[in-house]
């Protein structure tokens, strides 16, 4: 059974930690690594005690009110770290069943914080739009063409 809970800020690095667990190579000075701000909020998936993914919230540049969401996928992405490139495969059902877990909880956490908006954008095919039909949020275009998805909180 899918377990999403919030991710306290001491324990953040804990995810990156078992994200590595098993792979070859060091996990990645965070601190160091770091290139952009911290995230408010942080959930996790867990599934049988495993790391399922995490999703992460930002203040939305330029939007008051609003966050960015944000989202990583366990084993796609210790697929990127050891192939060294994105996988280009569709979202099957289960991760968009659990990435529909991640940001349903970090649409709660983000509605208590007082946000009224979330948005994302593409990146891996199947993955913003899953999420976007099954939590009734709406495509926006920008004036340059790039689409994104909002829900209302």
């Given at each position: 059974?899918?377990e999403?809970?919030?991710?306290?800020?001491?324990?953040?690095?804990?995810l990156?930690?078992?994200?590595?667990?098993?792979?070859?190579?060091?996990?990645?000075?965070?601190?160091?690594?770091?290139?952009?701000?911290?995230?408010?909020?942080?959930?996790?998936?867990?599934?049988?005690?495993?790391?399922?993914?995490?999703?992460?919230?930002?203040?939305?540049?330029?939007?008051?009110?609003a966050?960015?969401?944000?989202?990583?996928?366990?084993?796609?992405?210790?697929?990127?770290i050891?192939?060294?490139?994105t996988?280009?495969?569709?979202?099957?059902?289960?991760?968009?069943?659990?990435?529909?877990?991640?940001?349903?909880?970090?649409?709660?956490?983000?509605r208590?914080?007082?946000?009224?908006?979330?948005?994302?954008?593409?990146?891996?095919?199947?993955?913003?739009?899953?999420?976007?039909?099954?939590?009734?949020?709406?495509?926006?275009v920008?004036?340059?063409?790039?689409?994104?998805?909002?829900?209302?909180?």
């Amino acid at each position: 059974m899918l377990e999403v809970e919030p991710v306290p800020d001491e324990a953040a690095a804990d995810l990156y930690r078992a994200l590595y667990a098993g792979l070859p190579g060091p996990v990645p000075d965070l601190v160091r690594e770091a290139s952009g701000p911290a995230p408010t909020e942080v959930v996790a998936a867990r599934e049988a005690g495993e790391l399922v993914g995490w999703a992460e919230l930002f203040p939305a540049p330029g939007e008051p009110g609003a966050a960015v969401l944000q989202w990583l996928l366990s084993d796609r992405e210790r697929q990127r770290i050891t192939s060294g490139f994105t996988t280009a495969h569709p979202a099957s059902p289960a991760e968009i069943d659990v990435l529909c877990a991640l940001a349903s909880a970090a649409a709660d956490r983000a509605r208590a914080a007082g946000h009224t908006d979330l948005r994302w954008w593409p990146a891996e095919p199947g993955f913003a739009e899953g999420i976007a039909a099954a939590l009734g949020a709406e495509p926006v275009v920008d004036a340059e063409g790039w689409r994104s998805y909002r829900l209302r909180l």
